[in-house]
């Protein structure tokens, strides 16, 4: 890695920077952004489903139905229990700035779904069932960066170390039921239980030296925060004919029941002549809230002999901004004049602010029957960013697209799916630094994820 690159690795990090003076106290603080990304439809979630994009709403006709669209497990003759999972995550991420790349990859278990449907013989009617489902639709934990290194600053020497990890997703138990109201209409209703986290560690240290001054600065933060929102949900089927059906599906925006996480922050800076500015802050109680908005989706599948195809086109609401972190806890500021003097002083909390925009997206998916025992299955689909103002938030904003594969093996009781997926894009520019040096500049990051898949369903 070149000391450019490298320092625009460690700018990245960071929007908020080390002090540049020690001798005004603050009267407010921030903590630092991260490189999470929030998209919506990161992770593909089902057995057949993962391998077509998840274009499955008209479709789903299975345990999947928990998550895919409710109004489908009455489609379901016996009870039947699905679990898959996205096996591995490799994810490579590169870091572009001024014609350099840095880039890092992460090979992780990231989860997937677990549900059953409850049919024949425990539901005699088959008019209605229920169902319970365990999912994971968002997963985003990038490789962690780790390094030092030092590099030339205005006739000195900046050295920096760093080490930054994050991890961020959504769990959503939910119990569902369907009811047919007729041999070609079905709907079903559900409530889900989300569980959002968010988890990030940063150290960095920077040190500037000249032949006859030193500055240097530590910067650690670590937040471990979690909030939950009930979410409602309902979903119809309607049989057009043999050949086509079309569905839809709404989840009401989610209901926060409550959320916290603990936040550690230190800024510490040492100037040359013993001038020292020290900022403390930990609440382990601090208020936290990631907003999970209204979201519909609609989709026309098309059935021949061999084969199927849908086309699914989802929306997702805006939200307005709102506090993703805030305390009413205030910091403990110590700022030393070269005499040796402190001055104490409390700065608060500054909220660190979130917003979503609104957005449509699509899954388009597609299955071809080999022989009762083997079925291809292939889709592509588009996850945009939710993220509003890039350059003010605390997320990055990326808009992804991927293309999903595989094959699916069995026909009777026992059936199990193999099968990858693929997702790439780019995050729009972001104005980056300055550090103790000076250092600026533009970074953008790309995003390249491949995914494995399996899965396996169990017929009672």
């Known amino acids: 890695m070149s000391r450019d690159a490298a320092a625009r690795l460690v700018t990245a990090l960071l929007l908020t920077v080390l002090p540049p003076a020690l001798s005004a106290q603050v009267a407010e603080f921030t903590i630092p952004p991260n490189n999470l990304l929030p998209n919506y439809n990161r992770v593909s979630v089902g ?35 699905n679990a898959s999972s ?17 880039s890092g990859t992460r090979f992780s278990p ?19 069932r229920f169902g319970f489902g365990y999912t994971k639709p968002v997963a985003w934990s990038p490789s962690d960066l780790d390094g030092s290194f030092s590099l030339p600053a205005g006739g000195g020497t900046e050295a920096f170390g760093y080490t930054s990890s994050s991890s961020f997703g ?17 709907v079903g209703v559900g409530v889900g239980y989300a569980i959002t986290t968010l988890n990030q560690a940063q150290i960095l240290s920077d040190r500037l030296v000249f032949p006859t001054a030193v500055t240097t600065g530590i910067q650690a ?4 925060g979690s909030v939950s929102h009930l979410l409602l949900t309902a979903g119809a089927q309607w049989d057009l004919g043999s050949a086509f059906t079309v569905g839809a599906l709404i989840t009401s925006p989610g209901l926060r029941i409550g959320g916290s996480s603990k936040i550690t922050y230190s800024n510490i800076v040492f100037q040359a002549g013993g001038a020292e500015s020290d900022l403390a802050f930990r609440d382990t109680e601090a208020k936290f809230d990631y907003k999970i908005p209204l979201h519909a989706t ?21 939200q307005d901004e709102y506090d993703l972190y805030s305390s009413d806890s205030t910091a403990t500021q110590i700022t030393t004049d070269a005499a040796g003097a402190p001055t104490i002083g409390n700065p608060v909390f500054t909220p660190v602010v979130n917003r979503a925009r609104s957005f449509v997206s699509f899954a388009l998916g597609a299955n071809f029957s080999l022989s009762p025992a083997v079925r291809l299955h292939a889709g592509v689909f588009s996850d945009p960013s939710p993220v509003s103002a890039p350059s003010q938030s605390t997320f990055r904003a990326v808009d992804i697209t991927g293309v999903s594969g595989g094959v699916s093996l069995g026909s009777g009781r026992l059936s199990l799916s193999l099968g990858v997926s693929s997702s790439w894009g780019t ?6 630094g300055p550090t103790l040096g000076g250092l600026a500049g533009t970074t953008d990051v790309s995003i390249k994820t491949f995914t494995g898949l399996y899965a396996v369903s169990f017929t009672f």
């Not at 057995?47 to 409710?70: F, H, K």
């Not at 096996?87 to 014609?99: E, F, P, Q, R, V």
């Not at 990231?110 to 209605?128: E, H, K, L, Q, T």
Request: positive net charge; charged residues 20%; without cysteine.
């Open 298 to 318: 609609a989709g026309a599948a098309f059935r021949h002999s061999r084969g199927q195809v849908e086309l699914d086109v989802r929306y997702y609401g805006a």
């Open 170 to 186: 959504t769990v959503i138990p939910s119990l569902n039921g369907a009811y047919r109201l007729s041999p070609t209409f079905r």
């Open 110 to 128: 990231v989860g997937g779904f677990v549900g059953i449907v409850v049919g024949a013989p425990i539901a005699r009617s088959p008019n209605w």
């Open 427 to 432: 995050t729009t520019e972001r104005q980056v």
């Open 47 to 81: 057995q057949r489903e993962a391998l077509e994009a998840g274009a499955y709403v008209a479709r789903t006709d299975d345990a999947l139905a928990n998550w895919y669209n409710p109004a489908g497990l009455v489609q379901s003759e016996k009870t039947s229990l």
């Open 86 to 102: 996205n096996a591995y995550d490799l994810t490579k991420t590169t870091l572009n700035g001024i014609g350099q790349k840095s």
């Open 221 to 224: 933060l670590s937040t471990d």
